[in-house]
């Protein structure tokens, strides 16, 4: 399968613990991006990254997350201090060198703060 | 500020007739456009799309028609299938790359 995979594709967490989510794009895809999507509502975009650097952040992504991709390769997100309105569906995708912006999605992290 | 409007959170079709999703955009800098579609559980899965210079996109049962001056889209599947069953969204990007997406509109396709 050479689509773009997502680890863990479930978490539970206590509230105040950190977690780290991985997303390793389609391998020829150069931008990476990770979304987050609650019930009812679409994916809203919170970073995204070309090669290695992190070219956009929404107002979304506050100072408890924060989001790499150290080689241009896979990439984590992380959530510090987890708060119950973390609970989400967090979704990576990627898509090829500029020309073409299609975006792939992994299955997605399903997280739950309890 | 909704930029990506879906109006119509569900939809229920008979099998083998036409399905028409609509969508609506405000941001006129958007310049490309994006059907997913979506099961329970899974990331959503690209079915089409086309670039503002466009009007129409057909890739087999589905079509995408675009109306720039109205900043309104649509998805057509003719012939609808049960399998066809699932969330679809519409997605917009311009210069920034980034996707902005509606709500979604769930889709039954009924025997």
């Known amino acids: 399968d050479t689509g773009v995979s997502q680890d863990p594709r479930h978490k539970i967490t206590k509230r105040g613990q950190n977690v780290t989510f991985r997303c390793d794009p389609i391998?020829?895809?150069?931008?990476l991006y990770w979304y987050r999507q609650t019930l009812g509502q679409g994916p809203e975009f919170l970073t995204y990254f070309q090669n290695e650097a992190q070219l956009e952040k929404s107002r979304l992504l506050s100072d408890r997350f924060s989001a790499e991709r150290p080689k241009g390769s896979f990439s984590t997100l992380e959530i510090q201090r987890t708060e119950q309105g973390d609970s989400a569906m967090y979704l990576c995708?990627?898509?090829?060198?500029?020309?073409?912006?299609?975006?792939?999605f992994g299955p997605g992290t399903r997280l739950t703060v309890l | 500020d909704q930029q990506v409007k879906q109006n119509s959170p569900s939809l229920s079709v008979q099998e083998g007739r036409i399905s028409i999703l609509n969508c609506d955009y405000t941001?006129?800098?958007?310049?490309?456009f994006l059907w997913y579609k979506k099961y329970p559980a899974e990331g959503p899965t690209f079915l089409i799309s086309i670039s503002s210079i466009k009007d129409k996109n057909e890739d087999g049962r589905f079509t995408v028609f675009l109306n720039k001056s109205a900043k309104h889209l649509s998805l057509h599947i003719v012939p609808s299938q049960p399998g066809d069953s699932a969330v679809y969204f519409c997605a917009a990007s311009g210069t920034a790359s980034k996707l902005t997406f509606g709500t979604g509109t769930r889709l039954q396709v009924t025997l």
């Open positions: 391998s020829e895809h150069n931008r």
């Open positions: 995708a990627s898509s090829p060198p500029r020309g073409i912006d299609t975006q792939y």
């Open positions: 941001n006129s800098m958007f310049d490309y």
